[in-house]
């Protein structure tokens, strides 16, 4: 066997040696029928695309070439103890003039709450950002990579409304990192954590702000769609997959202390679909449903007012999507398809969120929220694409409500959800 591999070594070098340097050996035009083997191996390999060198030229096109439109949902939190969170929805026109450099203008409009009165402070900015495309500048101009790590930073304009105050306007900086991920061609999923820091030119003494200046973060999920065909090239998937799962869900905090384990638990159902590239990573887009228990009311029982509460179970549910990034250490070190999987999975999850009040003059706290989602994930592959799987997992959901032992009216809140599930996945379309 060495002997063979050093013989076609040998072939290989003496083909890229040039003509003058062994002009004088004997003729040796007379191929073997193992050295056409060789050859034609060779010419076939570096043909394929994975044999392209890493820095391919940087395409040039005309004005549409190297742009996207994003479109980004977030969750918006303010450091500050008067300021509660609450959602912002984002589009751009995002523009890349070099293979590491581009810049993205974008505008939105969002709201958190200001927690003395509980009223929303609704913006709508403009933002002029920079980007630099890590990825590129490390390992070279790859337009059909699978993940890409891209630093933004740059400078906004925001008005900022709320009832009882007049308008106002104010500049902010953010910085962060757009995490993208190739899905479809032309199409990208963008994960963008930010830092900001926004003018709150309202100045409102009681507020814990340093000169006016608040600081506070964003943590996004969008798309990034291509409006040049060049980037709608090869699809970097390989199958697809649907799946349906059910299972059961509680909740573990402080309010719960009420309530006992076995009555808290509720169920949850969810439906799936997405896609394999490669033999170890995946990603999931689902949405589904999900309740469970967070207060017991016992007979005779009353609000800190006094006033009577109506003896019950309570119900904290959830309406969700999540997108989850899906890693099978199996598949990772296992050189055919295996029949078992081992996956560790996360992402973002949005949804809207419903608590039952137990008091007779309080309305239900309704929420719309943008959290995390973490999970564990053990398959079996049953018969052909048909496989069954356990999923425990655990949600943060984020969300602001009233607070009436406190000196503010409004509080953050957060729901650490878990869920124990198990699901049917169908893998289906070509094992390219």
């Keep these: 066997m060495t002997c063979?591999?050093?013989?076609?070594?040998?072939?290989?070098?003496?083909?890229?040696?040039?003509?003058?340097l062994y002009a004088q050996q004997p003729d040796t035009s007379a191929t073997t029928p193992a050295t056409e083997a060789v050859q034609e191996n060779i010419i076939g390999k570096s043909m394929q695309p994975r044999y392209k060198p890493y820095n391919q030229p940087f395409h040039k096109g005309g004005f549409l070439s190297n742009t996207y439109v994003t479109v980004l949902g977030c969750g918006i939190r303010q450091f500050a103890q008067n300021y509660s969170n609450g959602p912002y929805l984002g589009v751009g026109i995002e523009k890349w003039i070099a293979r590491c450099h581009g810049v993205r203008l974008s505008a939105g409009a969002g709201y958190f709450f200001d927690n003395t009165n509980v009223t929303r402070v609704k913006n709508l900015d403009v933002r002029l950002s920079y980007m630099f495309n890590v990825s590129d500048y490390v390992d070279g101009y790859q337009p059909m990579r699978l993940v890409e790590v891209i630093p933004v930073a740059g400078l906004g304009y925001m008005l900022t409304f709320s009832d009882g105050w007049n308008r106002s306007s104010g500049v902010s900086a953010h910085m962060g990192t757009d995490i993208i991920f190739r899905v479809l061609p032309g199409i990208d999923v963008m994960v963008e954590p930010l830092l900001e820091l926004t003018q709150d030119s309202r100045g409102l003494s009681r507020m814990d702000v340093w000169r006016n200046y608040l600081l506070g973060y964003r943590i996004?999920?969008?798309?990034?769609?291509?409006?040049?065909?060049?980037?709608?090239?090869a699809d970097p998937g390989k199958q697809w997959f649907v799946n349906v799962t059910g299972g059961i869900q509680w909740q573990n905090s402080a309010l719960l202390r009420s309530i006992s384990f076995n009555k808290a638990i509720g169920p949850?159902?969810?439906?799936?679909?997405?896609?394999?590239?490669?033999?170890?990573?995946?990603?999931?887009?689902?949405?589904?449903?999900?309740?469970?228990?967070?207060?017991?009311?016992?007979?005779?029982?009353?609000?800190?007012?006094?006033?009577?509460?109506?003896?019950?179970?309570?119900?904290?549910?959830?309406?969700?999507?999540?997108?989850?990034?899906?890693?099978?250490?199996?598949?990772?070190?296992?050189?055919?398809?295996?029949?078992?999987?081992?996956?560790?999975?996360?992402?973002?999850?949005?949804?809207?969120?419903?608590?039952?009040?137990?008091?007779?003059?309080?309305?239900?706290?309704?929420?719309?929220?943008?959290?995390?989602?973490?999970?564990?994930?053990?398959?079996?592959?049953?018969?052909?694409?048909?496989?069954?799987?356990?999923?425990?997992?655990?949600?943060?959901?984020?969300?602001?409500?009233?607070?009436?032992?406190?000196?503010?009216?409004?509080?953050?809140?957060?729901?650490?959800?878990?869920?124990?599930?198990?699901?049917?996945?169908?893998?289906?379309?070509?094992?390219?």
């Design 4 to 20: 063979k591999i050093l013989y076609s070594l040998a072939l290989v070098l003496l083909a890229a040696v040039p003509v003058g």
């Design 220 to 233: 996004g999920i969008g798309a990034r769609i291509a409006l040049d065909k060049y980037h709608w090239g």
């Design 268 to 432: 949850n159902y969810s439906l799936g679909f997405g896609r394999y590239y490669g033999k170890a990573y995946a990603i999931r887009l689902s949405g589904g449903y999900g309740y469970h228990y967070w207060k017991e009311v016992r007979e005779g029982e009353s609000d800190i007012y006094g006033q009577a509460l109506e003896a019950a179970k309570y119900p904290s549910s959830y309406i969700f999507a999540r997108l989850d990034g899906m890693i099978d250490f199996v598949g990772m070190f296992s050189k055919n398809e295996s029949r078992w999987s081992a996956s560790v999975m996360g992402g973002p999850e949005v949804g809207l969120l419903r608590k039952k009040d137990p008091s007779p003059d309080h309305k239900d706290i309704r929420y719309l929220y943008v959290g995390v989602t973490a999970a564990l994930q053990g398959k079996c592959r049953l018969w052909k694409g048909l496989g069954v799987f356990v999923e425990p997992r655990l949600s943060i959901v984020p969300y602001a409500a009233d607070a009436y032992m406190t000196s503010t009216r409004n509080r953050n809140y957060y729901d650490a959800v878990f869920d124990l599930s198990l699901g049917l996945e169908y893998k289906f379309g070509n094992n390219h």
